[in-house]
């Protein structure tokens, strides 16, 4: 593996939500009592363990191959790719968006990198994602 990133949510988001969590626990215990509110605040806290497992996102670079999260391609078909700034990343995955794009990104990563596709089988004209380390992923794709 030449490059490995992972995105995971912060720190800040997971406190919120737990925050949130909480407040329901909160009202569990005053209308069902100690049992259930306990029962309820580990069942929470399982599940924002879930969140924060199942959001993260990982970009990696093996010999041949570009994956990000479930999706993956050849190199060979990898056109180009650019970074992008965090008015460029607002732009490409709301008004400036093409449908056809496959897009893999997190809302609280500002930053990213389109990737332009070659593949004359493939209608998929460019990979949107969210990186924070935009110029190591495109310092990679280029070493082919």
Request: proline share 2%; hydrophobic share 50%; net charge positive.
């Amino acid at each position: 593996m030449r490059y490995r990133e992972v995105i995971r949510m912060p720190f800040w988001l997971l406190a919120l939500l737990y925050f949130f969590f909480l407040s329901f626990v909160l009202s569990i215990w005053a209308a069902l009592g100690n049992l259930s509110a306990l029962v309820v605040l580990i069942a929470l806290t399982l599940l924002l363990l879930l969140i924060a497992f199942r959001s993260r996102l990982i970009i990696q670079i093996s010999d041949n191959t570009l994956e990000v999260g479930r999706a993956n391609i050849d190199l060979k078909y990898v056109s180009h790719a650019i970074a992008l700034t965090s008015k460029q990343m607002r732009l490409l995955r709301t008004r400036d968006a093409d449908p056809g794009a496959y897009m893999n990104i997190r809302f609280w990563s500002s930053t990213g990198v389109q990737i332009f596709l070659d593949d004359k089988r493939d209608e998929t004209p460019y990979w949107l994602i969210t990186s924070n380390k935009a110029d190591l992923l495109i310092n990679e794709l280029k070493k082919r």
